[in-house]
């Protein structure tokens, strides 16, 4: 018998939208030998109830925990009197970040010179330029500098002072 002679639709099940739940369902079916709490069943209910109501797609849940995603050890100071902490980076100025990769070769005195020079010449009015290079200087890092600023222990640079110490 060729498969244009049978019925498609014999074939087809209907669509289960709930399809995880109807699965465990008959899987509990199947073994019914296994003890199960109603505490299980209704936790399992809750959950499955919570992940139903998140609508968020694949690339929200994955990027939800890098909201803000600033090394662990910085911990930004508040704005000098007449400054303002809120700008934005622009890409002009991360461009023009002198890079250092944290090789033996790279002078780190010479790299916190040029980032200051750079910096200094890009800050915009009202902002405070202290946590202007603090919120850029993770940019100017690469490769062994970038793994050393992540491994720093939480709340170890607390302001600009703090952080050329820390990388000297």
């Known amino acids: 018998m060729t498969r244009r002679s049978q019925p498609i639709r014999a074939n087809i099940l209907d669509f289960d939208d709930d399809f995880e739940r109807t699965l465990r369902r008959k899987r509990k079916q199947l073994e019914p ?28 849940l994955s990027t939800s925990s890098l909201d803000n995603a ?56 009202n902002v405070d330029g202290n946590i202007l290079k603090m919120k850029a200087f993770p940019f100017s890092l690469l490769e062994k500098a970038k793994d050393w600023l992540y491994e720093l222990a939480p709340g170890t640079v607390t302001s600009w002072e703090s952080m050329k110490r820390a990388f000297l």
């Open 70 to 125: 600033v090394p662990l050890c910085i911990q930004y100071p508040m704005a000098a009197q007449g400054k303002t902490d809120e700008f934005e980076l622009k890409s002009s100025l991360l461009h023009h970040i002198p890079k250092y990769h944290g090789l033996s070769m790279e002078d780190p005195n010479k790299h916190l010179r040029e980032f200051e020079v750079v910096c200094s010449s890009m800050t915009p009015i």
């Open 33 to 60: 030998n296994l003890p199960s709490s109603s505490s299980d069943s209704e936790s399992e209910f809750e959950e499955e109830e919570s992940m139903a109501a998140d609508n968020r797609t694949i690339k929200e």
